[in-house]
Structures are given as structure tokens and as C-alpha cells.
């Protein structure tokens, strides 16, 4: 799966505010959606003489590194029990989310519990040792079982 955020990105300013590189991040819903996949300021370098410029190359790449990569496997024994295991990466310079999740689910007649449990792979992540829990209920199953009990 790849994701990329819809929002525009941060231009580099100078110390009295104007935009040395990108595009002005001050616009509305639709435009920074649209904005989001051209605004990206790159790398920008400052010469000896004071001139600022970007590097060449630096603003696709920094593009690139906007999409959120993540993959998970699941496999399920008899319809009944479930296992889980996925990995999602975030560049360091959009977030730095790195981490591995790990997971089981229980599907009895309507109701399916599901756990969950994510470890990160960089150090002071928020999400680390996070664990989560959801219990369902299918209402879909529940209508159909009444339906052949009753007929």
C-alpha cells in the first residue's frame, strides 16, 4: 500500500519570512490537494557568495519521500482464526514512523474480537508497545441467521 497526504508542504523562508524555495502552503482544500504533488521545496544550499539555490534533483526526490510505504500478510485458518503481520515505513524527514505490527482474530458466530500489538523499529516513537483490541459484531450475519431460523 502507498499513501501520499493531500496536504501541501511547508515552503523553506528566509529569516524575514519570504519563501526562498516551494510554493506558499497558505491556500484552500482544493488547491492544497492539488498543490501537494508539485510544492515540495527540496534541498537548498546556500554558496559562499550568499546565493541561495536548490540542489538539482532534491525537490522530485523530496516528492518521493512524501508516500507512506506499508504491506501486512493475513491469513485465515477455517474462517475462524486469523493471523497478522505488516510493516510500515514513513521517511525521517515526513515523521519517521517505522514499525512492525503483529496481530489475531477470533471470529465466533457474529461476534469477532481482533488484537493487535505494534513495535517500532526507531527509537522514542509515540506509538511503540501499542496495543489494541476490537471486538465486532456483524449485523449481516445476525440477519441472516434469524432469517433461517425463522423460515
Not at 528566509?14 to 492539488?34: A, Q, Y
Not at 496495543?131 to 465486532?136: A, K
Not at 440477519?143 to 431460523?149: A, P
Request: proline share 3%; aromatic share 14%.
Amino acid at each position: 500500500d502507498m499513501n501520499k497526504l493531500l496536504v501541501p508542504t511547508q515552503p523553506v523562508r528566509n529569516g524575514d519570512g519570504d519563501i526562498i524555495s516551494g510554493i506558499n502552503n497558505d491556500v484552500g482544500v482544493t488547491m492544497g490537494i492539488i498543490q501537494s504533488f508539485y510544492d515540495a521545496p527540496g534541498q537548498v544550499s546556500t554558496l559562499e557568495d550568499g546565493t541561495v539555490v536548490v540542489d538539482k534533483g532534491s525537490r522530485f526526490m523530496e516528492e518521493m519521500r512524501e508516500i507512506n510505504i506499508s504491506a501486512g500478510l493475513e491469513y485465515w485458518y477455517n474462517k475462524q482464526f486469523a493471523a497478522r503481520f505488516g510493516y510500515f515505513h514513513e521517511h525521517s524527514t515526513k515523521g519517521n514512523r517505522k514499525f512492525f505490527t503483529a496481530g489475531a482474530g477470533l471470529k465466533l458466530s457474529v461476534f469477532s474480537i481482533d488484537f493487535s500489538y505494534l513495535f517500532s523499529t526507531v527509537a522514542r516513537n509515540p506509538l511503540a508497545n501499542t496495543i489494541r483490541f476490537t471486538l465486532r459484531f456483524d449485523f449481516d450475519d445476525f440477519k441472516s441467521q434469524n432469517e433461517s431460523t425463522t423460515n
